[in-house]
């Protein structure tokens, strides 16, 4: 290596730095490339699928009720059993979720105990989703005797998604600094008064978006409620609100997908690929408002 | 409810000693403070001051790890067997160093603690809030602006939020650590006027390490060192020439600290 | 108020007007205190909830397959015969050796797609990224990750089968290779959000000390910052993993779905192309026809019964599986915790 004895040299190119510099380029357009095979089949494949869909995707898919076996008319009842299980869903797992999340954050000490509680939020969440489909159907389908019933499956899709709320909103309370806490306190507000005025009301962006990311989970989920209540057809009047009681079994967007495609021949294809879309465009339009709300909490930062 | 009083000491520290794991924060501190008037308490850094503050209203106990021996009473009423301490807390009005604002408006700011005690009138609560911030020597500043947030404050302005919110839930102690760092000289000379007012019915804790703010302001000074009180007299004395103590003799002329 | 007469009934109504203002003040920190200590009371049980349902989920699987596991299991037939033949009229047998096959193939194969590519674009996402872009990547990353299974699956019949097909001349599409890909796919988002966490992770003071010795960012990278983060990055590939061995309705959907396992003497030995079934699948296609018989008066169970049992202890293995992968996983996060 050349002796860098004046300035000059030091800033001439050696030999060496041409290399490093090369390889470095090199480097980067392996992983952009890399970054750029992984998403392509997100752009790609769901222009594909609406190009494939494109025939099928009516009004009348979308409010009538599937005929002929399932090779003509629609998927409303599938789409408004989704919209029951999700609902009913998140009203179990909203509230028992935020409320573990608080006290995670507010009231749990560093000790043994708050460590098992996180350890049993992370093992929830790693359960895989067909152990939550046997989970449901040995404790809510047999052993409460809920049977095959809109209620069996959204308990257990609450229960499903109750980690992730729960591990959101601990971060979205964690968000909101300490001081803040500390000066309510010093004022005499008890632990809940504190986090009903400031810390609640600040972080509740952070939580719906944890909330919405689940919504968009639990509408797309087959296997929790395969065994649990969701059943291959089942008969509602074109447009009814309210077809399923609590009770009953029902139709869910999911697991129409599923059947459609892998045991009913004959499907046109576009109406496979409509069945995809709207359950795809669902769950990315949803998706895409959380990342929304997301960033217009960051952007509007009160502190 | 503030008993009628008969003992002339307000306030009765005994042998308090704060540990956090290992190391003693306070060891043994016995000190008694006179109802109304300003008790300063100045130290260099690391004296226990702060711990001292937190522990007379109770906020040590929020902390992790620390352990409290000794007594701490109030008009006679250990505050330790106190069952409502948020109570306590409101009694006792507290400024630390950090100016810390909260995510509301300024209004709301300084009418937090009283809208949790009872359900004022609006016409109630505007004269508390524009008492307080007069008091803090924040209204001339703010008062157009009342809507605004509280944390888009200068810290200086800040601060005397903090002392605003301090007063607003009209404590009969009041807690100031250090309370001038963020703030120019001009506004401390404001609210030193204010406290000098204050104290004609207001017991004030001052914590401080200018220790000319405590010679102008307080009636009596303690001061700790390491945990431990080298000596505790009326603040004359203290900073006399001849305190009796050369460790406050040193101190006070700036040979440490 | 009537008109006082005296000042006795002055002092009177004066003191009632006092009274029922303090009796509402009364009630007011009555109510205020009850419903605190209500709201903390549910707090409290909210936060012990999800080791009540953990426990349930357990338990709850473990009633179902109870019976099989006392009745008729034999462990070296059950993990290691490859014969799963429930429905059998004269010889069921429960072998799942075939089943973990298929399981550990298409994980396999769904790491060696992911495992490379998430990395660089974790690499690619952190540190030779543009802000802007790098805002953009991750929200599509986010919306990989949105994908449901059923929708992948449906993907993986419909457009990767013929693909598969045209590309290497197989029968059918729907085999090792293809739920590999598929479930590859699924498993980049996760890994990609947790190794670039861990790459972050790494203290500047680290990358500064680097840098000021004259290094190149990708030196940086692959000298400083990987080493450092390789238990994360491990972390990362570890849960990429138990996602794929977990994931249902995209293996059901893309396998082919037959009791083989694919491996042999014969060149190229791993036959990606061959259809498989794994833990998943079968649980999943086998549960609806699986009846669930009740004992019968001498406590012990007919022989369709074990069927539906027998499906349960799958879901049993598959737990314990996740679990351990799981906890392996968050002792490796804690092992770097301590070392910091």
Known sequence: ?????????????????????????????????????????????????????????????????????????????????????????????????????????????????????????????????????????????????????????SLTLAIMTLPVI??????????????????????????????????????????????????????GETAPIMFTGAVFFKFVQRGDLFPYKPTEQFMALSYHLHTISTQVPGVPESMLYATAVVLLGFVLVFNTLAIVLRTWIRSRKKW | MVEAMTQSNYIDIEDLTVRYGGKAALDGVSISIPRNGVFAIIGPANSGKTTLLKCINRTIELEAGVSVKGRISIDGRDTRQIRDVYGLRRRIGMVFPLPVGLPLSIYDNVAYAPRMLKKHSKAELDETVERCLRQAALWDEVKDRLKSLGTLLSGGQQQRLTIARALSHDPEILCLDEFSIAIDPVTTMRIEDVLLELKKDMTIILVTNLVQQARRLSDNTCFLNMGKVVQDADTDTMFSDNPGNQLTYDYIHGVFG | MPPTESVADDTKALTAARSSAAWQGTIRKVYRYLSERIIVGLIHLAGVSAIIFVFCIFYFVFREGWPFLRDSFDVKGFFLSEEWYPTSEVNRRYGILALLAGTGTVTLVAMLVAVPFSLGTAVFISQFCGKKAREVMKILIELLAAIPSVVWGFIGLMVMNPVIVKLTGAPIGLNVLNAGIIVGLMSVPIIVTIAEDAIRAVPDGFIEAAEALGATRWQTVYKVILPAAKSGLLAAVLLGVGRAVGETMAVLMCTGHSINIPFDGHPPYFHVLESVRTLTATIAAEMGEAPRLGANADGTYPVEAFHYQALFVVGIVLFAVTFIINVTEDLIVKGIRKEK
């Open chain 1, 166 to 219: 729960i591990v959101s909103t601990k971060e979205a309370l964690l968000a909101v600094p300490a001081t803040f806490r500390m000066a309510c306190w010093n004022l005499g507000a008890s632990r809940w008064q504190t986090i009903r005025t400031i810390v609640l009301p600040n972080s509740i962006g952070g939580i719906l978006t944890g909330i919405i990311l689940q919504v968009c989970r639990a509408a």
């Open chain 1, 1 to 153: 290596m050349a002796r860098i004895d004046t300035i000059q040299n030091m800033f001439a190119a050696t030999d060496i730095i041409d290399v490093k510099l090369k390889t470095q380029r090199t480097v980067k357009w392996v992983f952009g490339s890399m970054s750029v095979v992984i998403l392509i089949p997100l752009v790609v494949l769901t222009a594909c699928l609406v190009v494939r869909a494109w025939p099928s995707l009516t009004w009348d898919f979308l409010t009538d009720i599937p005929k002929s076996g399932m090779r003509a008319g629609g998927i409303w009842p599938a789409l408004v059993g989704t919209m029951y299980t999700v609902t009913f869903s998140l009203l179990i797992a909203v509230p028992v979720g935020v409320l573990a999340g608080i006290y995670l954050n507010e009231y749990a000490r560093d000790n043994w105990f708050t460590r098992v509680v996180h350890l049993a939020v992370v093992n929830l969440a790693g359960v895989p989703s067909i152990v939550h489909a046997l989970f449901g159907l040995g404790a809510f389908v047999v052993f409460a005797g809920l049977g095959k019933s809109v209620l069996s499956a």
